[in-house]
Nanobody
Framework: QVRLVESGGGLVQAGGSLRLSCAAS????????MGWFRQAPGKERELVAE?????????NYADSVKCRFTISRDNAKNTVYLQMNSLKPEDTAAYYC?????????WGQGTQVTVSS
């Protein structure tokens, strides 16, 4: 069983930055595709960013966060990050880390990000 624990959420003013972290247990983290999702109240959960396994050479972003958010991974620390810059009020949501060998089977509990205008 893999456990994912997110941290780094909080309250920030529009235009500010936050860095989310997701620490994973287990020895197979490197082989997992990892992603960040978010869900705002009354809205569907959406994929924000994802990064390929191993070296993380491939990344994918939602159009709404391109050029503002950056996903990265440190396999030595079993951690995936989401650097969020130029935050907007519409980025307010619960952010979840997820991962797995071929699909998103493991999920964290989430961390709240609130962006004030």
């Amino acid at each position: 069983q893999v456990r994912l624990v997110e941290s780094g959420g909080g309250l920030v003013q529009a235009g500010g930055s936050l860095r989310l972290s997701c620490a994973a247990s287990g020895r197979t983290f490197s082989s997992y595709t990892m992603g960040w999702f978010r869900q705002a109240p009354g809205k569907e959960r959406e994929l924000v960013a994802e990064i390929s396994s191993w070296s993380g050479g491939n990344t994918n972003y939602a159009d709404s966060v391109k050029c503002r958010f950056t996903i990265s991974r440190d396999n030595a620390k079993n951690t995936v990050y989401l650097q969020m810059n130029s935050l907007k009020p519409e980025d307010t949501a619960a952010y979840y880390c997820a991962g797995g060998p071929s699909r998103y089977v493991y999920w964290g509990q989430g961390t709240q990000v609130t962006v004030s205008s």
